[in-house]
């Protein structure tokens, strides 16, 4: 089974952008959570998305914003870009019936915003 | 919410030796792992063990959730070892998702 991908693997933005990124689950995974990872603030759950629908959301403004297709493919969006927007975000996916159980990661865009 | 501590923070061992890395949780817990990321960012599960104790290889993990803490163990350290390894916790019954520890970085030297 192939792995959790993300593209774009590398994103150069300026501040006051917007950015999409992008995650395609292991087949048959139907959850998606999102990490923000930074060298201050360390990893940071920024949402899940279950069967289309956010089903947890952590403690970020609302520049952040996710969606989930009916393929479990995931996106998130960030609006507006600020230079502490700079991160390593991760996308995770989980089998049926595990939760949060057994996640697996994919290798992560990593997003410079100058 | 749920606080997550890890030690230490930094961790140089020649390679063959054994480390213990440890993990203290604030509250009690549904879910514990043990993720390790290599050096180019990729986050590996290594362990789901919210108690008991469990073996895979030269790596265990031992979670005594009366007295919230976690320990994985690591024998005969080689240098694909290396990286950060971090504890991770659900917050509110996942509600918060996973919230994770800053990590310990271990660096095994040939």
């Known amino acids: 089974k192939a792995g959790v991908t993300q593209t774009p693997r590398y994103l150069i933005k300026t501040r006051g952008q917007q950015v999409t990124l992008s995650c395609s689950p292991i087949?048959?995974?139907?959850?998606v959570s999102w990490y923000q990872q930074t060298p201050g603030q360390g990893l940071q759950f920024l949402f899940e998305?279950?069967?289309?629908?956010?089903?947890n959301k952590g403690n970020f403004p609302g520049r952040f914003s996710g969606r989930q297709f009916s393929n479990s493919r995931s996106e998130m969006n960030v609006s507006t870009l600020e230079l502490g927007d700079s991160a390593l975000y991760l996308c995770?996916?989980?089998?049926?019936?595990?939760?949060?159980?057994?996640?697996?990661f994919g290798p992560g865009t990593r997003l410079l915003v100058l | 919410g749920i606080q997550v501590e890890q030690s230490p923070p930094d961790l140089i061992l020649q390679e063959g030796a054994n480390s213990t890395l440890r993990c203290n949780f604030s509250?009690?817990?549904?879910?514990l792992q043990w993720f390790h990321q290599n050096p180019w960012g990729q986050l590996i599960n290594l362990f789901y063990?919210?108690?008991g104790t469990k073996q895979n290889g030269r790596l265990s993990a031992t979670t005594v959730a009366t007295e919230r803490y976690s320990l994985l163990y690591i024998s005969s350290s080689q240098t694909t070892d290396s990286g950060v390894y971090f504890c991770?916790?659900?917050?509110?019954?996942?509600?918060?998702?996973?919230?994770f520890g800053k990590g310990t970085h271990l660096i095994i030297q040939p």
């Open positions: 995770a996916s989980s089998p049926p019936g595990q939760g949060m159980k057994t996640q697996y």
């Open positions: 509250d009690s817990v549904n879910n």
């Open positions: 063990i919210p108690s």
């Open positions: 087949s048959g995974h139907r959850s």
């Open positions: 998305y279950f069967s289309e629908t956010q089903r």
């Open positions: 991770a916790v659900d917050g509110r019954g996942g509600a918060d998702g996973l919230t």
